[in-house]
C-alpha cells in the first residue's frame, strides 16, 4: 500500500472521544506529522477527556494538561526550559480547542506570538464549546444554534477570524487546515516544524454531537466546508503573504449547511445572506493571494 | 423510601427515565430526589441514575447503593456490568428486552419483568432504528408492572419531558402500559 | 498493550496524577451500534478508510486490506460512507 | 407553582424572579445549565435582561461590576477553575460595594481534571470579602438568590450562593416556585445610591493612601458584620412571606444534643436521617449546618455550641497544611470560650468521594468513642 | 559579600544564587526592581537564565510551570494585583507538584487603588497549597528564596516568599551575599523525576474521578506536612553553612515570658524594640514570630505557647468577617490543648498605615491589663 | 479667537500627570469631543493616577476604577446596565494605556469587539508600562530600551499592530491618532460616537519621562512620529477599508529619534534597520489606502 | 474651585473611595522650575498654546491673548515650544 | 541610633542621597537601614527619606517620626511644608541654599548649616541646570559638617551610586566636603 500520510501511529485506540469526532483525527495527524519528539502542553477541551482519565493517556508523547486559558503560555515556558536543558529539537506544541483560542486563551496567545516563542500552536476549531455541551464560542459560525444561542437567537455575530488576528501579529507562519485533507495538514505541519518562531494552525475539526449531525458525515462536512469555500485553506507566511493550498470550485452551500442541525432553523434568505459573507470573504482571499504571488515567485527562485 | 436505580447508555434516554419517574412522583404530590451518576463519558458508555421516592421530604444526599428496585434500559449492559450490585432481595428487575422473564434464570431471588420497550420505540419513531430511545416505553411499562406511580401522572411527565415528539412519546408511554404483562410473582 | 491499572491504597500511585498505561486498556467497542463489514471483491486497497478512521481502529493487512479492530470501532461509518468503492457496510450490531 | 427541578435550574429561577437586569457569565461544567436556561429564558422574552456573552470568566465578573455600577441588578454563575480565574475581580467587587449576585457550583479544584463536588473552590475565595451562603436543597438555592439580592443590596457587598456540583447541581426534586408579585414585594427594585450617573460624576476606586484606605477597610468589615443580622430579618421575612425560612445557621434535633455535628451543605442534610437513627440508638446528637459561611456566624456558634460535651466539624475542604476551613474556623470562634467543647475534625468527600449516611455516622461515633481529639484533622476514607 | 540592598534587590540575588534558569514575571509596583534586576542580570550574562517577558501575570504562572515541568528551575515574583489573577493557576502549580518559587511583595488589594503593605493579598492565597513564608528582613529574602528551592525540590510542591511592600521590598539595608560556590553546594542542580520527557512520556494532570482525587489530595497533604520538619532541618543546615539560622519560627525573650506577642514579617522586627522597651518595665514579655505560615506550623505553636498567661496575636490582613487570619488560625491551632491561654487578636496596618513601636506597645499593654478578650477582633487605630 | 477643538474644558487642572504627559491631553481632547454625557472605565495605568487620590477625581465625568484586565468587559458590562435602565445615550468609554490594551487587556477587548458591544475603546500609548517605571509592552517600538530591555539587549521585538488586530475583528470603526493634531483625533471621536457598535481608537502620547524626553517636545514629538511615517494617521471602516487622514512629507527618522534617550544606544545601522521596516508598513498603509478608495466614493455618492 | 475635604472618622467618609471634590485642590504650581511668560507684542493669539497645554492652565482673556494660570501650570515648556511666533519664554523660577 | 530625615523633591535624588548615606555608613562596618517615604508622586512633588544608623543590627521598622537630624535638599521646601516636625531638639538642620544659616532664624534650637550643593552640582555638570541633582555634593557636606561618616565612605558610596558621570559625582562630593563650613555652635 502507497500511505499518503506517515504510517506510525502515536496516538492509540481506546481513548475517549464520540464517534466520528474530527478533534481525534486531527490529533493523529498531527502526530503523524510531529513525531515523538513532541510535547503537547493542552488546555480545558475536549481533548482533555478523550485522552483519558489518569492513569491513562492516548496520545503517546508527553503531555502537560493545563489551565483553560494557559496553553501559549505554558508553551512559552516548556520551550523555555528545554532550551535552558539544552533540548532545541523537541518540538513544543499547544494543542487547543476553538474556546480556548478564540476566546479565553487569546491574550496567552497573542503574547506568545508577539515574542515570537518558538513553539507551534495548533486549534482544533469544532466552532463551540463542545465539552461543556456546546455553548457558543466567537468561532461559532454566524446563524448556529448552540445551547447559548438558541434557534430564536442564533448566534448573530460572524466567526472571528484568527487567521487574520494571527497575521495582523505578522506571525511568521499560520495556515488553515481540515481534518478531509489530512496530507494538506500534514504538508504544513512540516513547514511549522521547519519555521523558527511562532506558528500558528487552524483546523477544522467537525463534531457530530455538536453541530448535530450524523457522525459518519464528519469527514463528508469538514470536506464540504472546504468545497463550499466555508472553511478556505490556505497559508500566510510572514503575515502578509497569502496562498491558497486548493481552489476548489464552489459547492452549493447549501450541501454543508442541510446535514447539520445546528443550521436547520435557518430560512433561504438566511442561508443566502450567508452565502455572501461566505463570497466575499473568499474573495478577498483571492485578492490577498494574488497580490502575494511575486513574493512566492521571489522566494521559489532564491 | 423507595430507591431505584436505572441502567443505560449514553444516548438512550436514562436520565431522562429517572426524571419522568422523579416528575410522575411529583405530580402525585409525594417527594422524589432524582440525580445521575455525573460522568464524563461520551454517547455509548455505561450510564446509571438514581431516584428516591418518599412521602416526606428527602434529606439524604449520597448515592443509592442498595436500591429497593432496578430498571435496565439496555439489555446488554448485563453480563458487561453486575447490574444486581447491592439490589435488595426480593426487589424488582425491570429489563427492556424482547426476551421473556424467564429468560433471566440469574436473577433468581429478584422479581424480574422484561418490556420491548426498543420495538415500541423504534414503532413510534423514537430516536432513529440504531438508535432507538426507549425511555418513555420502558416508564410506561414500570408504572403497570410496580404500581408505584400511576400511568397518568407518567403521561404528564413525559410530555414536559419530551422536548420533541411530545405526542409520541405519551402514546409509547401508554403502549408500554397497556401491553406490559405483571409477572405472577408480584405478591 | 496496556493492562488495566489497580492500585491498593494511596502509597502505590505516583506523586500527582500522571498516565502509566495507554489508553487501549478501554475497549470501546462495546459502544458500538453498528459493525463495519468489509467486501473484500470492491476493495481497491487505497488505505482511504484508514487514513480517515478517529479510533485507530482499522489496519491493514499483508494483503493490503483494511482490517477492522472491533475492540475499539467505535462504528461511526466513517469509513464506509469514505470508501470510494463502498466496500464497507455498517451492519446493525446484535 | 410545584416544579421538579435541578439545582442550577433553581438558580436561574433565583434570577428570574429577582428580576436580574444583567447577567454575564461563562459556561462551565457543572454550571452550563444555569447560563442555557438563562440565555433561552432572555431569548423568550420570559426575562428582561441582558446577556453578555463573555469571553471568561474573568470578564464575567468584569462585566457584572461593570453592570452593576451602572445601577442594575446583576447576576452570574460560575464553579472552581471559573471562580478561582475570577479571583482578582472577586476582591474587586468587594470593595467596590457592588451587590451582584453569584451563584458557584461547588466543584473541586485541578490538576487533575475533575468535575465532582469540593468546596475548597469557594473556600479559597472567604478573603475575598464576598458573603457566602452554602445551600443545601434545590428549593433553598432558588430562595437564598432572592434573599441574597435583599441583603446584598442593603450592605452594598456581593453575595455568593453555593451548591454542591451534581449533588445538588444536577440533583431533580419538588421545589416550589413563588409568585413574581410576591417576590417584587419582597425584593423592590434597586436604586443603587452609588450609581455612575452623569448627573453627579463622580470617581469610584482613586488611589487611597495610607491615611483612609484603612477606615474604608473597617467600613467593609462593619457593613459585613451587619448583614449577620439581615440574614437573620430577611429569612424571618422570606419566612413570613413564603413559608420558608432562613437564617445564618439550621439546627437539628439540638436543644438536648451533648454530641453536635458542624456541617455544611449537603452532608448536612443527608447527617439529618444519620442522626435520627443515632437518637433512636441513644445518641443525644444535634447539628449545626452552618448555612452563612462569610461573614462567618462566630457569635451564633458561641451560643449555640459552647458546654456541648463534644464537637466534630466535616470539611469537604482543605487548606493544605491547615486543615478544613469550617474545623479552623468554628475552633477560632469558639476558643475563648470559658466552656469551650473539644472539638474533633474530619475531612471528607474530597473530588466527589461520596459522603454517605455510614459514613457520617462513622465520623459521629468515632468522636463519642475517644476521649479527647488526636492530632489536628482526620481523613475519612481515604485508600491507605 | 557585604552590601547595602533593597529587599527587591535581595530577591533577585536569591533567584541569581539559586541558579534559577527560567524567570517569566510581569511588573507590578511594588515589585518592578525584582524582575529589572534580574533582566539586567540576563542581559549582561552574569544570569544564565530565559527571561520570559510575558503579557500578564496569569501566563507568567503559566509559563513558570511550563518551564518547571520542562524541569528547569523556575523564579516568578509579583504582588497584590497580579497575585490575585495568578490564584486559578497557583492551584494548579500545587496540583501539578511544580516546585516553583516565586517572591510576593505584600501590597494591600484594590479598590480603591493602593500600593501600600498589607498581607490579605497573600493570605487570600492560603489554600491554594503554596508554602509561604513571611520574611522580615532583607537578608532573610534572599535567604529564604534560596532555601525555599531546597524545600520545593524534596516535597514538589511550589513556595512563596513573602516579604511587605515598601517596609521590607524598597529598604535598603545591610546584606551578607553568599559565596556561588557555597550555594551550590547548599542547593545542587535539580533532576526532576516527573518532567516532560520525550523519553519517558506520560500525561499529566488527567481526569481523576471521585475515585482516587482524593488520594490524590492526601498525597498533597502529607508532603506539605513533611515540609515543617525540612524547613527545621535545613534551616539549622542553611546555618551551619552560612552562620544564619532559620525555622518554621522565630522567637524572642520567649523563655519565661507570660504574655506573648504572636506576629510575623516587618511588625514582628519592630515589636522586638518593643518588648526590650516593655521588658525593661518589669513586664514578662515575648515573641513569636511565625515565618511558615503554610503549612501552619500548630504543633510547634502549641508546645511554645500552651500555658502562656496570654498570647496576642497582630494581623495586618482581614478576611472580611472572620478576622485576621494569623489569629483565627492560631486559635484553631491551640483550641484542644488543655491549656490554651487566653488570646487577644489585633488588627493593625491595613493599606500600609504605619505600626510604629508605640502602637505595639499599645496593643501588648492592652492585652496585659484586660482580663479577658472582648468579642472578637480589634482594629487598632482606625480614625473612629 | 477662533477655536479649532471645542472650547469646554471637562478636565480640570491640578492633575498628579508629569510635566508635557501627552497621555494628559489626550484625556482633556477626548472629553472635549464626548462632552458631559460620558461614563469612562479605567483600569491600572498611568491614568488611574494622573486623575488623583481619593477623595478627587481630574475628569469632570464618571469613572470607574478597575482592575488592570478588565476595561472593555467592564465597559461592555456598563453599557449593558445603562441600556437596561433605558439610557442608551451615554457614551460609554473605556481608556486604557497600551499595556492594559495590548497585553494584559487584550483578550476582553478581542471579546467586547467581538460581541461588537456599543462601546469606544481608547489607548492611549506611551509605547511602554509607565505607571510602574517603564518597562516594556508589546507595544514599545523596536530598539528602544525599557527597564526590562536594557540598553544591552533592547527590544528585539516589532510593535503589535493593535489597530491590525482589531481590523482583523472586523470593528465597524478603529483610527489612529495623536495628541499633536487634536483636530484630527476629534473627528475621529465624533465619528466614533456616531458609529454603533464597539470602536477602537490608538492614540499616541508621548512621555517625557518614559521616553527619556525634556517635557517642552512633547508635542513636537508626537508630531515628528506622524511626520516621519512611523506612526501613519489613518482610519479603517468595517475593518477592512483604509484611509489615511494624511500623508506628510516624510521626515528623516533621525529627527525623531535622535532627541530621544531611550533609541540613544542605537547605532545608525539600527536606525536604518528601523526606517526600512517603517516604509515597508507605510507603504502596505498607502495600498491598503488606495485599493479601498473607490468603497469611500461610493459611500460619499450614497 | 474645590475645597480641601478633611474629615474627622471615618464615619464622615462615604461608603467606597468615591470623588466628592475635584483635583483643582491640587496646586500643582509648586511643581514649576520654569515660569512661561508672554511677550504680547509677538503674539498672534492663534491659542495654540492654549490647546496644547497638557494642565488645562492656559486660559484666553477678553483680548484673546492666552493667560497662564500659575496656580497649575507645572512649566513643562510645551506652550513655548508650540508656539508659532515665540512669544512665550519659560524663565527659571526663584 | 541614629535617625535622619531628608527632603527633597521627585527628581532631585532625595532617595539616593539617602542611600549613599547608607552605603556610606555600611562601608564603615556599622548598621543602617534607609527606605522612602514612597508615594506615586510624579516629579516635581515633595519627597521624604529616612535612614537609620546603628552599631547594631535595626529591628524597628516604622517611620521615622522623630529624627534626630534633617537634610533639606530644596530649600523652596521650607515654608511650603513643616520641615522640623518631630525633629529632636539640637539636631542638625542641613540646607542646600546659598544663603548662610543665620538666614534661617525660624529654626532656633536646631544646629543649623547651608551648603550651595545646587551650584557645586551645576559646576560639575550634573542634572541640568534647571534640575540640578544635588545628592552627592549635600552629602559630602553632610560628612563634614556631622563627622557622622568619613568622606572616604562617602565618595566610594558615590561612586557606587551613580548610574552616570560617577567621576563627576566623586568630586561633587569632595568639593562639598572641602569647601563646606562646619558652623561655630557645632560642640
Ligand atoms: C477557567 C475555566 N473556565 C471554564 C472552563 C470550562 N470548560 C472546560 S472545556 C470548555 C470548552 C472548551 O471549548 P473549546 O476550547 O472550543 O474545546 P472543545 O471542548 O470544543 O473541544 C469549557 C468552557 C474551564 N475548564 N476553565
Ligand atoms: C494584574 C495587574 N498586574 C500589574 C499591575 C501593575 N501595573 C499597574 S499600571 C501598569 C502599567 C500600565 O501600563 P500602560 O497600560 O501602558 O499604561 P501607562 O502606565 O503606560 O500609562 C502595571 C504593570 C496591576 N495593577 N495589575
Ligand atoms: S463533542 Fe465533538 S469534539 Fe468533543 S469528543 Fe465529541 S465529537 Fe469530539
Ligand atoms: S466505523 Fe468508525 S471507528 Fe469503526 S473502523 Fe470505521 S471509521 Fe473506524
Ligand atoms: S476505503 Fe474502501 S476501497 Fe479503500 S481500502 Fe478502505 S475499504 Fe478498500
Ligand atoms: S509617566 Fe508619562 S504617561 Fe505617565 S504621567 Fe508621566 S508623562 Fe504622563
Ligand atoms: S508651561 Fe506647560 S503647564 Fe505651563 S502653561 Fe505652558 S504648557 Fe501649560
Ligand atoms: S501660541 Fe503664541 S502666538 Fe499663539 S496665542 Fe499662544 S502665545 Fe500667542
Ligand atoms: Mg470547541
Ligand atoms: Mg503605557
Not at chain 1, 489551565?67 to 532545541?88: C, K, N, P
Not at chain 3, 459502544?31 to 482511504?48: A, F, Q, S, Y
Request: proline content about 5%; overall charge negative.
Amino acid at each position: 500500500m502507497k500511505y499518503t500520510i506517515p504510517e506510525q501511529e502515536i496516538m492509540c485506540s481506546g481513548h475517549k472521544a464520540c464517534q466520528g469526532c474530527g478533534a481525534t483525527l486531527a490529533m493523529r495527524y498531527a502526530l503523524k506529522a510531529l513525531g515523538p519528539k513532541t510535547i503537547l502542553t493542552l488546555p480545558a477541551c475536549c481533548w482533555s477527556v478523550i485522552d483519558g482519565p489518569f492513569p491513562y493517556s492516548a496520545v503517546g508523547v508527553p503531555l502537560f494538561h493545563t489551565a483553560f486559558e494557559t496553553a501559549a503560555a505554558v508553551a512559552s515556558g516548556i520551550r523555555a526550559g528545554l532550551d535552558m536543558r539544552g533540548d532545541t529539537e523537541t518540538n513544543v506544541v499547544a494543542w487547543a480547542g476553538d474556546g480556548g483560542t478564540f476566546d479565553i486563551g487569546i491574550q496567552a496567545l497573542s503574547g506568545t506570538v508577539e515574542r515570537n516563542d518558538n513553539v507551534i500552536y495548533i486549534c482544533y476549531d469544532n466552532e463551540a464549546y463542545m465539552n461543556t455541551g456546546v455553548q457558543r464560542s466567537s468561532a461559532t459560525p454566524w446563524g448556529a444554534v448552540t445551547t447559548t444561542t438558541p434557534a430564536r437567537h442564533f448566534k448573530q455575530e460572524r466567526k472571528k477570524d484568527m487567521i487574520g488576528i494571527m497575521a495582523a501579529h505578522s506571525i511568521p507562519y499560520t495556515a488553515s487546515a481540515s481534518v478531509a485533507y489530512p496530507e494538506d495538514f500534514i504538508r504544513k505541519l512540516n513547514i511549522a516544524k521547519e519555521t523558527p518562531g511562532a506558528k500558528f494552525i487552524h483546523i477544522l475539526a467537525s463534531c457530530p454531537p455538536g453541530w448535530k449531525t450524523a457522525p459518519e458525515l464528519a469527514i463528508k462536512l469538514a470536506r464540504l466546508a472546504v468545497q463550499t469555500h466555508v472553511f478556505p485553506l490556505y497559508e500566510i507566511y510572514e503575515g502578509r503573504y497569502y496562498k491558497l493550498s486548493m481552489d476548489p470550485k464552489k459547492k452549493p452551500l447549501i450541501d454543508y449547511i442541510k446535514p447539520q442541525g445546528r443550521f436547520r432553523h435557518l430560512t433561504e434568505e438566511q442561508v443566502a445572506e450567508m452565502d455572501k459573507q461566505v463570497d466575499e470573504r473568499y474573495d478577498r482571499l483571492k485578492e490577498q493571494a494574488e497580490r502575494s504571488k511575486s513574493w512566492f515567485e521571489a522566494k521559489k527562485e532564491k | 423510601m423507595l430507591e431505584i436505580r436505572f441502567h443505560g447508555r449514553g444516548g438512550q434516554g436514562t436520565v431522562v427515565a429517572s426524571k419522568v419517574l422523579a416528575f410522575a412522583v411529583a405530580r402525585e404530590g409525594r417527594f422524589v430526589q432524582t440525580f445521575p451518576e455525573y460522568g464524563v463519558e461520551r454517547r455509548g458508555a455505561p450510564v446509571v441514575a438514581f431516584t428516591r421516592i418518599d412521602d416526606q421530604k428527602i434529606y439524604i444526599r449520597s448515592k443509592i447503593y442498595e436500591p429497593d428496585h432496578l430498571l435496565v434500559l439496555d439489555p446488554t449492559l448485563i453480563g458487561a456490568i453486575d447490574v444486581t450490585e447491592g439490589l435488595k432481595p426480593g426487589g424488582w428487575i425491570i429489563i427492556n428486552s424482547d426476551k421473556p422473564a424467564k429468560d433471566f434464570p440469574q436473577f433468581a431471588g429478584f422479581k424480574v419483568a422484561t418490556v420491548d420497550a426498543t420495538s415500541i420505540a423504534v414503532k413510534h419513531r423514537l430516536g432513529s432504528a440504531a438508535a432507538p430511545i426507549v425511555n418513555s416505553a420502558i416508564m410506561g411499562a414500570f408504572a403497570k408492572i410496580t404500581g408505584f406511580v400511576g400511568i397518568e401522572a407518567v403521561r404528564e411527565a413525559v410530555h414536559e419531558l419530551s422536548p420533541v415528539k411530545k405526542d409520541e412519546n405519551v402514546e409509547a408511554a401508554q403502549e408500554a402500559y397497556d401491553t406490559a404483562e405483571v409477572p405472577k410473582e408480584q405478591s | 498493550m496496556s493492562e488495566e491499572i489497580k492500585w491498593e491504597s494511596q502509597s502505590d500511585m505516583p506523586l500527582m496524577a500522571m498516565s502509566l498505561g495507554r489508553m487501549t486498556v478501554n475497549k470501546t467497542g462495546s459502544w458500538r451500534n453498528l459493525r463495519p463489514v468489509l467486501d473484500k471483491e470492491k476493495c481497491i486497497k487505497c488505505g482511504i478508510c484508514w487514513k480517515f478512521c478517529p479510533d485507530v481502529s482499522i489496519s491493514i493487512d499483508e494483503e493490503d486490506y483494511p482490517v477492522v479492530n472491533l475492540d475499539f470501532c467505535k462504528g461511526c461509518g466513517i469509513c464506509a460512507t469514505e470508501c470510494p468503492k463502498d466496500a464497507i457496510e455498517m451492519v446493525k450490531e446484535e | 407553582m410545584q416544579k421538579v427541578m435541578m439545582g442550577n435550574h433553581a438558580l436561574s429561577w433565583g434570577a428570574k424572579l429577582s428580576r436580574a437586569e444583567v447577567i454575564a457569565a461563562y459556561p462551565i461544567t457543572p454550571q452550563t445549565e444555569v447560563v442555557e436556561l438563562l440565555s433561552n429564558m432572555c431569548a423568550d422574552g420570559s426575562l428582561k435582561a441582558e446577556f453578555i456573552k463573555v469571553e471568561s470568566e474573568h470578564s464575567a465578573m468584569a462585566a457584572s461590576m461593570g453592570a452593576a455600577a451602572a445601577g442594575a441588578r446583576t447576576f452570574t454563575a460560575t464553579s472552581s477553575q471559573g471562580l478561582a480565574l475570577m479571583h482578582e475581580v472577586l476582591h474587586w467587587a468587594t470593595g467596590a460595594r457592588l451587590p451582584i449576585v453569584m451563584g458557584n457550583i461547588n466543584r473541586a479544584m485541578a490538576p487533575p481534571w475533575t468535575i465532582w463536588t469540593e468546596q475548597t473552590d469557594s473556600i479559597a475565595q472567604r478573603d475575598t470579602g464576598w458573603i457566602q451562603i452554602y445551600t443545601s436543597s434545590i428549593q433553598e438555592i432558588m430562595d437564598s438568590v432572592i434573599q441574597a439580592y435583599k441583603v446584598a443590596e442593603q450592605v452594598y457587598l456581593p453575595v455568593m450562593v453555593v451548591l454542591d456540583s451534581f449533588v445538588l447541581s444536577h440533583t431533580n426534586e419538588n421545589c416550589d416556585i413563588p409568585d413574581q408579585d410576591k417576590v417584587d414585594a419582597y425584593l423592590p427594585r434597586f436604586e443603587n445610591a452609588y450609581r455612575l450617573n452623569t448627573d453627579k460624576p463622580a470617581a469610584f476606586g482613586g488611589l487611597t493612601g495610607p491615611d483612609w484606605y484603612y477606615e474604608l477597610r473597617y467600613k467593609i468589615e462593619k457593613d459585613t458584620e451587619r448583614s449577620l443580622d439581615l440574614f437573620e430579618e430577611t429569612g424571618k421575612e422570606f419566612g413570613e412571606m413564603f413559608g420558608r425560612e432562613y437564617g445564618l445557621v439550621e439546627t437539628y434535633k439540638l436543644d438536648d444534643a451533648d454530641t453536635v455535628l458542624v456541617a455544611s451543605a449537603s452532608i448536612a442534610s443527608t447527617a439529618r436521617p444519620a442522626i435520627d437513627q443515632l437518637r433512636e440508638e441513644g445518641h443525644k446528637v444535634g447539628l449545626v449546618r452552618i448555612r452563612v459561611f462569610r461573614p462567618f456566624p462566630s457569635e451564633l456558634l458561641r451560643k449555640l455550641l459552647a458546654g456541648r460535651k463534644k464537637v466534630l466539624v466535616i470539611d469537604r475542604n482543605i487548606s493544605f497544611g491547615m486543615s478544613g476551613a469550617f474545623y479552623a474556623e468554628t475552633k477560632a470562634a469558639l476558643y475563648n470560650e470559658k466552656k469551650a467543647p473539644p472539638m474533633w475534625g474530619y475531612i471528607a468527600g474530597l473530588g466527589g468521594r461520596d459522603v454517605p449516611l455510614n459514613v457520617i455516622r462513622d465520623m459521629i461515633e468515632q468522636t463519642i468513642a475517644e476521649e479527647h481529639p488526636e492530632g489536628d484533622i482526620v481523613w475519612i476514607g481515604v485508600k491507605r
